[in-house]
Each structure stands twice: as structure tokens, then as C-alpha cells.
């Protein structure tokens, strides 16, 4: 079974990404695969949902820092929810509730792109 | 000291799942609470990712070795790899903000392990890299320490 699976969805304009597994220096070019696809078919506001990844690696909080900037640039926003204790506890570390905002479930994170 | 593990892992990017469990294992029969055992599990993969990177420059036929022991109330982890010398980074993370608007990745590894730890060691011994991660056992903490030295 591999370390990461990567699903993607959508809800009106927002596009979901929900990952289940782990986020390190080996899952993480599936993710930033999934990620470029989206960015390059032009989607703009994006949830990723990590309810179900057990952690992150700088690696996987790379992938994030690196692409929002860019997101931006294009009127866009990257949201993330569902993290788990351990996810929420290396965001913290690192900072990144002051990149991202941050939600508890999939459905604010989608709701947050019509406030 | 006692030994609590001497493992060695290729060094491929396919095994840094099971160097983090590994090394949360070993926390957790310190008597970490979980959320410290995670992050050691952590701290100790992205040791393994730098070396990985750094050391054997992606190759994946190398190896990397955990070595970890308790001594003296202390938990001491050697992640030892025998690739090439490589300099601790000089770019020191300076928040995720500027990381973002310069579109960059790297960095946040060793800040990870810095915070972690209670201290970290880059040493070079032979044809060896030793990254020695030590981190005071819960039933004497930081804190402890402190307060007692006061």
C-alpha cells in the first residue's frame, strides 16, 4: 500500500485535495503533482484536507510554503482543516497558522471562499 | 548507557517512514507522551531525509545508521551516515513569510530537529557524519533541570 494517497474533488469552484497517509520527502512529489494539476488546469481556491494524514515532514510543509505565494499572485488561496494533534502541533512549530488559514472540517474551509 | 537500538536503514527516501517509526518506538519506552515520541520520530527522519540529500546526494545505496541509548536521565539518538561531509546549512529559517515569497522549500528541516531536541551536534569522525540528537527524559525535564541548577 503506498505511504500516501492523494484524492481530488470539488465543491462549486472550490478544489479539494484530501490526503490520507504521510506527508515526508518521499510521498511528497504525489502531492505536489496533484497540486501542479489543479494550479495549472486553473484552479484558484483550494482546500486541502488532511483530516486523514498521520504527519508532515518538512518536505510535505515545503510543498505548501512554496506554492501559496504563487496561488496568491493568481487571486487565489490555498485553506487547510482537519489537522490532527500532531499535524496542527509541527504547523504551530513552524508558524504556518500565520500563512494558512486553518479550519477544523472540510466544509468551513469550503464555506470560508464565500465570506 | 544503555542501549536501546542500532538499526541501519538504506539510504532511500522509501524507508523514512520506518526510521520515524523507529525512533518513536524507542521514545515511547523513555516514556514520552505521545506527542513528544511523534516529534522525535520526526526530528530523527528529517536527520535521515539531510543525510539522504546531503550525504549521499539522493543515492539510495548507502546507509544510514540509528544509534540510540539512554544515559544518565538522557536520550541520545546518532543518526551516522558515511557520505560526504556536509555543512550544516547557513540559511537560517527565518519564518514561514519569507520562505513563501521566495517560492522556497528548504530550510525547515534542521529548524524542525533544533526545536526538538534539546540539543543537536554535527560531527565528523573518520568517514563518518554523526547528527547527535539529545533530549532530557520526561521524568527529569528541562524545566527540572532548571530549576534546580537556579
Given amino acids: 500500500m503506498s505511504q500516501l494517497q492523494v484524492e481530488t474533488g470539488a465543491q462549486g469552484v472550490v478544489s479539494i485535495i484530501r490526503t490520507t497517509g504521510l506527508l515526508n520527502a518521499h510521498t511528497v512529489p504525489q502531492f505536489d503533482q496533484t497540486l501542479r494539476g489543479l494550479l495549472d488546469a486553473g484552479a484558484l481556491k483550494l482546500v486541502v484536507n488532511a483530516e486523514r494524514l498521520t504527519y508532515v515532514a518538512s518536505a510535505g510543509l515545503g510543498a505548501l510554503i512554496g506554492s501559496i505565494d504563487e496561488i496568491r499572485e493568481r487571486g487565489g488561496d490555498l485553506r487547510i482543516c482537519g489537522l490532527n494533534e500532531t499535524v496542527k502541533s509541527i504547523f504551530e512549530m513552524v508558524g504556518l497558522p500565520h500563512l494558512f488559514q486553518i479550519f477544523v472540517t472540510e466544509e468551513e474551509a469550503i464555506q470560508s471562499f464565500s465570506a | ?150
Fill in chain 2, 1 to 150: 548507557m544503555k542501549t536501546l537500538l542500532r538499526r541501519q536503514f538504506p539510504s532511500d527516501s522509501k524507508y523514512l517512514a520506518e526510521v520515524n517509526a523507529s525512533a518513536r518506538e524507542i521514545a515511547e519506552s523513555c516514556c514520552f507522551p505521545q506527542l513528544d515520541s511523534e516529534k522525535i520520530g520526526l526530528a530523527v527522519e528529517e536527520c535521515v531525509a539531510n543525510c539522504i540529500e546531503h550525504a549521499y546526494r539522493g543515492r539510495p545505496d548507502g546507509s544510514v545508521e540509528i544509534d540510540a541509548a539512554v544515559d544518565d536521565a538522557i536520550l541520545r539518538i546518532d543518526i551516522v551516515d558515511r557520505g560526504e561531509t556536509f555543512a550544516e546549512p547557513t540559511d537560517a529559517f527565518s519564518g514561514v513569510e519569507a520562505l513563501a515569497a521566495r517560492k522556497h522549500r528548504g530550510g525547515l528541516g534542521l529548524f524542525l530537529v533544533k526545536a526538538i531536541a534539546d540539543s543537536v551536534l554535527h560531527i565528523r569522525e573518520g568517514d563518518r557524519n554523526i547528527c547527535r540528537l539529545m533530549k532530557r527524559l520526561p521524568a527529569l525535564g528541562s524545566e527540572d533541570v532548571r530549576s534546580e541548577t537556579q
